[in-house]
């Protein structure tokens, strides 16, 4: 069965760092792309940054350039975000999300930045 | 960025009927050699993670039940919910994955008359 595990949320001031991991099981992690996708209370997904099978590339939402960065270890079938600067707009939960076209997603990880 | 535009943003359907959501694109999602749509269905209950549904615009997830079928092509897609049933109850999300950034349409809520 494929799993996907985001752990690494919490409340945390503006202007603060998370990082957020995602543990990946079922399935040949390296074989796929991986992306980040949050979902603001009451709204609808956005997707937020995605990595090639070999981290080579990676690819971000406007929003997030600069100040978050992804990443995986292959060998440990784990996904990052490394989350800086953090503002409230960045308040949401985080979803670990399978492939390009993210067809299976974790359960999430609630991020809140408030002071 | 490619804009999606949901239609209605929410419907009421009698259990049984036909559920329609229309998505256009800002711009054609066709592209590789074998002219695939980078457009996908998801499906979202309360409490949950969206849950593919439909992806390459008209092909079904396993598992997915074949009342829920999608069609289109280039810029215009449209989800058939048909016999609709209690379970349906959802918002329901096009997404184009043709580039980055990926994007989303503002969703459609369904729900029984």
């Known amino acids: 069965e494929v799993q996907l595990v985001e752990s690494g949320g919490g409340l945390v001031q503006p202007g603060g760092s998370l990082r957020l991991s995602c543990g990946a099981s079922?399935?040949?992690?390296?074989?796929?792309?991986m992306a980040w996708v949050r979902q603001a209370p009451g709204k609808g997904p956005e997707w937020v940054a995605n990595?090639?099978?070999?981290?080579?590339?990676?690819y971000y939402v406007d929003s997030v350039k600069g100040r978050f960065t992804i990443s995986r270890d292959n060998a440990k079938n784990s996904l990052y975000l490394q989350m800086n600067n953090l503002r409230a707009e960045d308040t949401a939960v985080y979803y670990c999300?399978?492939?390009?076209?993210?067809?299976?997603w974790g359960q999430g990880t609630l991020v809140t930045v408030s002071s | 960025d490619i804009v999606l535009t949901q239609s209605p943003d929410s419907l009421a359907v009698s259990l049984g009927e036909r559920a329609t959501i229309n998505c256009k694109s800002s711009?054609?999602?066709?592209?590789?050699?074998?002219?695939?749509?980078?457009f996908a269905w998801f499906q979202q209950k309360p409490g949950q993670p969206p849950k593919m549904l439909i992806y390459?615009?008209?092909t079904r997830v396993t598992g997915v039940p074949d009342r829920f079928s999608g069609s289109g092509s280039g810029t215009d897609f449209t989800l058939t919910i048909s016999n609709l049933q209690a379970e349906d109850v959802a918002v329901y999300y096009c997404?184009?994955?043709?580039?980055?950034?990926?994007?989303f349409g503002g969703g459609t809520k369904v729900e029984i008359k």
């Open positions: 390459w615009a008209s």
């Open positions: 999300v399978r492939g390009f076209g993210l067809d299976t």
């Open positions: 079922g399935f040949t992690f390296s074989s796929h792309w």
């Open positions: 990595i090639k099978k070999d981290g080579s590339e990676t």
């Open positions: 997404q184009q994955y043709y580039g980055a950034p990926i994007t």
């Open positions: 711009q054609s999602l066709i592209s590789g050699s074998n002219n695939d749509n980078f």
